[in-house]
């Protein structure tokens, strides 16, 4: 972005940490500032209260925050001025309008092709954990790989490089691929904002007088509780799944101790089993409360989806066309990368959107979150599933406003995973699990 002079007003479309950050900056310079975002609310995949307290502080210092909202068009009224007309209905003018929405690796014209150096589908260059291309004498480190975008991971990567090739000793980027637990107050503040995600951001902007204490870095269990339970949700550590300490603090460079209060903790919150003698596993559910799960979802998004048929505008079909072509984009077969799983999740929420019930959408988006991680399990079982096409059919049966054929298609679309995973012998029971 190249501006000669500070604008009166700013659209800034996007809810990620440099969004956030450029709304900061611009308020403080006295710009009007509105900040747009797709999503139920900023900062996706940081800390919950973190998200709600920048949010709260955005509010209070004049950035006006639009959620549920992404632009639809873009046009130039006769004083000069960009009109930005939202999905959501509203309309807004501002003199210039920034997108914050993504950043790809930029790799064209250097020829990596040309000396087979693999690359992954969004052109980030692939390197295993010595940041060692498939080409021997090539190595690649920081934003190019695509791993975790932000400045220590870079530099760390880069020490870990010299040690390995200059020194002989050889240092994998990250052990368990977290950076170093890292907080400093004052006007420009490093926060440690979810461990599970392994981010770092830096809120230089929040200023002296924010409650600073609110967001100080969480210790190490609590940390390591939120972490746990993202890898839980997600399936990388797997229903019925035994958890031993030594592996697990191994995985996450923690000790015991903290370990064990963690997973006490986990219990606690119904996601950890703990069993006299034999330690600590993933709970498992029963079939029944598989199934109850799955159900409930298939209802809850049904009552949205036909809410939207019925209410949604010209708006809502937009939406729902531009988050499906982003799924496109995302790419076929590339169901297990974030990218992917971040498209596919906007997807879902543009059908639902124009649902008109903010508590609907919450419990939907709960039920969301639980179901992910038996869908992502669902993708090891290799199958005749054309999910591209699936959304592709429940999108066109919701745009010729055919709720039921499109409420069918959602559940079973819903219910597909299940399936795979109930033919797989999948759940286990917890009784049988311990056996
Ligand atoms: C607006 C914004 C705010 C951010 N805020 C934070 C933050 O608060 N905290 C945080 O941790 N991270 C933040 N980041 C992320 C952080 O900037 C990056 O993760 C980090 O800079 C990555 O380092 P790098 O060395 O991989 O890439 P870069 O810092 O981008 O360096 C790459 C360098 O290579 C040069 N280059 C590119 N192509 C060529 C070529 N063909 N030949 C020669 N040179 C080339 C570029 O000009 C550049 O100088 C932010 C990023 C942005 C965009």
Same mark, same amino acid.
């Given at each position: 972005?190249? @501006?000669?002079? %500070?604008?009166?007003?700013?659209?800034?479309?996007? $809810?990620?940490?440099? /969004?956030?950050?450029?709304?900061?900056?611009?308020?403080?310079?006295?710009?009007?500032?509105? +900040?747009?975002?797709?999503?139920?609310?900023?900062?996706?995949?940081?800390?919950?209260?973190?998200?709600?307290?920048?949010?709260?502080?955005?509010?209070?210092?004049?950035?006006?925050?639009?959620?549920?909202?992404?632009?639809?068009?873009?046009?130039?009224?006769?004083?000069?001025?960009?009109?930005?007309?939202?999905?959501?209905?509203?309309?807004?003018?501002?003199?210039?309008?920034?997108?914050?929405?993504?950043?790809?690796?930029?790799?064209?014209? +250097?020829?990596?092709?040309?000396?087979?150096?693999? =690359?992954?589908?969004?052109?980030?260059?692939?390197?295993?954990?010595?940041?060692?291309?498939?080409?021997?004498?090539?190595?690649?480190? !920081?934003?190019?790989?695509?791993?975790?975008?932000?400045?220590?991971?870079?530099?760390?990567? !880069?020490?870990?490089?010299?040690?390995?090739?200059?020194?002989?000793?050889?240092?994998?980027?990250?052990?368990?691929?977290?950076?170093? #637990?890292?907080?400093?107050? !004052?006007?420009?503040?490093?926060?440690?904002?979810?461990?599970?995600?392994?981010?770092?951001?830096?809120?230089?902007?929040? !200023?002296?007088?924010?409650?600073?204490?609110? =967001?100080?870095?969480?210790?190490?269990?609590?940390?390591?509780?939120?972490?746990?339970?993202?890898?839980?949700?997600?399936?990388?550590?797997?229903?019925?799944?035994? %958890?031993?300490?030594?592996?697990?603090?191994?995985?996450?460079?923690? $000790? @015991?101790?903290?370990?064990?209060?963690?997973?006490?903790? #986990?219990?606690?919150?119904?996601?950890? +089993?703990?069993?006299?003698?034999?330690?600590?596993?993933? =709970?498992?559910?029963?079939?029944?409360?598989?199934?109850? @799960?799955?159900?409930?979802?298939?209802?809850?998004?049904?009552?949205?989806?036909?809410?939207?048929?019925?209410?949604?505008?010209?708006?809502?079909?937009?939406?729902?066309?531009?988050?499906?072509?982003?799924?496109?984009?995302?790419?076929?077969?590339?169901?297990?990368?974030?990218?992917?799983?971040?498209?596919?999740?906007?997807?879902?929420?543009?059908?639902?959107?124009?649902?008109?019930?903010?508590? %609907?959408?919450?419990?939907?988006?709960? #039920?969301?979150?639980?179901?992910?991680?038996?869908?992502?399990?669902?993708?090891?079982?290799? $199958?005749?599933?054309?999910?591209?096409?699936?959304?592709?059919?429940?999108?066109? /049966?919701?745009?010729?406003?055919?709720?039921?054929?499109?409420?069918? @298609?959602?559940?079973?679309? %819903?219910?597909?995973?299940?399936?795979?995973?109930?033919?797989?012998?999948?759940?286990?029971?917890?009784?049988?699990?311990?056996?």
């Amino acid at each position: 972005m190249h @501006l000669t002079r %500070l604008p009166a007003s700013i659209i800034i479309a996007g $809810g990620g940490y440099i /969004a956030v950050e450029f709304a900061s900056i611009f308020n403080g310079l006295g710009v009007d500032t509105t +900040l747009v975002h797709r999503g139920p609310n900023i900062l996706r995949g940081f800390d919950d209260d973190v998200r709600a307290h920048v949010a709260e502080e955005m509010g209070k210092r004049g950035v006006k925050v639009l959620l549920g909202a992404q632009h639809q068009s873009i046009s130039r009224a006769e004083d000069g001025h960009l009109v930005s007309r939202f999905t959501d209905g509203h309309q807004r003018d501002s003199e210039v309008v920034m997108f914050a929405i993504g950043r790809e690796p930029y790799v064209q014209g +250097l020829g990596l092709q040309n000396v087979g150096v693999e =690359l992954a589908p969004n052109g980030a260059i692939k390197v295993d954990e010595y940041s060692r291309t498939n080409v021997p004498s090539i190595w690649a480190v !920081g934003d190019v790989t695509d791993r975790i975008n932000l400045t220590p991971v870079a530099i760390r990567e !880069g020490a870990a490089f010299a040690e390995t090739e200059f020194y002989a000793r050889p240092t994998a980027d990250y052990p368990g691929g977290r950076p170093p #637990l890292k907080s400093r107050a !004052g006007t420009e503040i490093y926060i440690k904002i979810d461990f599970s995600r392994r981010l770092y951001m830096r809120l230089q902007d929040i !200023g002296e007088d924010a409650d600073v204490k609110k =967001l100080r870095a969480p210790t190490v269990t609590s940390a390591l509780v939120k972490r746990l339970r993202v890898d839980i949700i997600e399936g990388s550590l797997a229903p019925g799944q035994r %958890l031993k300490l030594n592996e697990l603090g191994g995985r996450y460079g923690v $000790g @015991l101790v903290a370990l064990r209060e963690a997973l006490c903790r #986990l219990v606690a919150n119904g996601l950890v +089993l703990a069993t006299d003698q034999k330690g600590f596993s993933v =709970l498992g559910v029963s079939r029944e409360d598989f199934l109850d @799960l799955i159900e409930t979802r298939v209802s809850i998004d049904s009552l949205a989806l036909r809410a939207s048929i019925e209410k949604g505008g010209v708006d809502w079909e937009a939406g729902i066309q531009g988050a499906r072509h982003g799924l496109a984009k995302a790419g076929r077969g590339n169901e297990l990368a974030e990218r992917w799983e971040t498209a596919h999740l906007s997807f879902h929420e543009a059908l639902v959107a124009a649902a008109g019930s903010r508590r %609907l959408l919450e419990i939907r988006r709960a #039920l969301a979150d639980e179901t992910a991680r038996y869908r992502r399990l669902s993708l090891a079982f290799p $199958g005749p599933r054309d999910i591209q096409g699936e959304h592709d059919a429940i999108a066109e /049966a919701a745009l010729a406003r055919d709720a039921e054929r499109a409420c069918q @298609l959602l559940a079973a679309h %819903l219910r597909l995973p299940a399936e795979i995973l109930l033919a797989a012998g999948f759940p286990h029971t917890d009784q049988e699990k311990q056996q």
